[in-house]
């Protein structure tokens, strides 16, 4: 399974779990770590003390390298970032936004640096300040979504830049993974089918209501905040969407009407009021595994389909 991702990170399979707020903690991002991909750590909304706390938990359970995930959106960005830099964290991934303004320090640090793009202008603006390598995320995705979908955006990304490209969003199974590297990717980060594993600790009414999904269980809403979420329908969701048609609602109702969502699913379950992020892909899951079974599972069946394709 060596190719230039896995080489370039020092992984056994060239796949990164996603980096999801509340759920990717260091039992998940350990247990993907150990199974021969990178497991990320994500900081969300989190401020720094957490963030540390979980990568030290982390290097007590795999000596691997790992990743941590800044959501650039969160107002303790800066502090991570100075963060990472003093853990000397080895891969550093980024999302909701540009990370240039870190990238000196964290190159400095030798810290790697793979950005979240949703389009090729900001694939090439990353790649420009120093990024080894780009995660193409398509809006099949679940949690902030970006305008174009993986089947468009990964091969447009590829032509755009020199540095490798990851492909996220949609992929859940080896024919997915097939696909991506058809595509142009050299790697994969799979967030949804990792919610279900069974080192994930999210609330077992989360798990369920992604086992429990269907292909068009998802929907999109906060387009009107300028922020647009994938989840799945429930009755959050859904007064969500209609929030976004009331012309009587303002955008700082609708702001608040958002806040703690994710918590109330990840950590509580609470099944009306939480904000369960999901992709497309969770009409696809249908039963809780361990990391390593879905890792080598999935490369299996893609080997499988691509026979030897992998080489490169
Ligand atoms: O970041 C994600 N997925 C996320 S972040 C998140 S937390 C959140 N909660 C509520 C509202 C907003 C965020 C939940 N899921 N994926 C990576 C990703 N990054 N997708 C799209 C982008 C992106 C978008 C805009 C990257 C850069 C970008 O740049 C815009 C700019 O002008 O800075």
Redesign the pocket.
Same mark, same amino acid.
């Given at each position: 399974m060596i190719n230039s991702i896995s080489s370039l990170f020092g992984i056994r399979y060239p796949i990164f779990q +996603?980096g %999801?707020?509340w759920v990717s903690d260091a039992s998940l991002a350990s247990a993907v770590s150990n199974a021969g991909g990178l497991g990320i750590i994500a900081s +969300?909304?989190a401020p720094a003390d957490y963030v540390r706390a979980e990568i030290r938990k982390l290097r007590e359970k795999t000596d691997k390298p790992f990743g941590v995930n800044i %959501?650039? %959106?969160s107002p303790h960005a800066d502090e991570i970032a100075r963060l990472v830099a003093e853990e000397r964290v080895p891969v550093v991934t980024? +999302?909701? &936004? #540009?990370p240039n303004k870190y990238m000196k320090e964290w190159l400095e640090a030798g810290i790697k640096v793979v =950005? @979240? @793009? =949703?389009s090729t202008g %900001?694939a090439r603006m990353v790649e420009r300040a120093g990024a080894f390598a780009v995660?193409a995320?398509g809006g099949e995705? &679940? &949690? /902030? @979504? $970006?305008e174009l979908n993986t089947m468009a955006l990964v091969p447009q990304v590829v032509d755009a830049v020199n540095i490798p490209v990851i492909a996220a969003g949609g992929i859940g199974d080896g024919r997915g993974v097939a696909a991506a590297f058809m595509l142009g990717a050299k790697g994969v980060q799979l967030g949804t089918r990792f919610l279900v594993a069974k080192e994930c600790t999210i609330h077992q009414n989360y798990k369920n209501k992604v086992l429990g999904a269907k292909d068009i269980d998802t929907i999109v809403t $906060?387009r009107r #905040?300028g /922020?647009p @979420?994938r989840s799945l329908k429930n009755p959050f969701s859904r007064q969500f969407q209609k929030n976004e048609y009331d012309s009587t609602m303002t955008l700082k109702e609708m702001e608040a009407f &958002?806040v703690g969502a #994710?918590r109330r699913a990840a950590v509580e379950g609470d099944e009306k009021n939480g904000c369960f992020?999901a992709g497309q892909i969770s009409g696809m899951i249908n039963r809780e595994q361990t990391c390593e079974e879905i890792i080598t599972g999935i490369f299996e069946q893609a080997e499988r389909l691509l026979n030897g394709a992998f080489n490169g």
């Open positions: +996603g %999801m707020a +969300g909304n %959501m650039l %959106m980024t +999302g909701a &936004g #540009l =950005p @979240v @793009v =949703p %900001m995660i995320e995705s &679940g &949690g /902030h @979504v $970006g $906060g #905040l /922020h @979420v &958002g #994710l992020m």
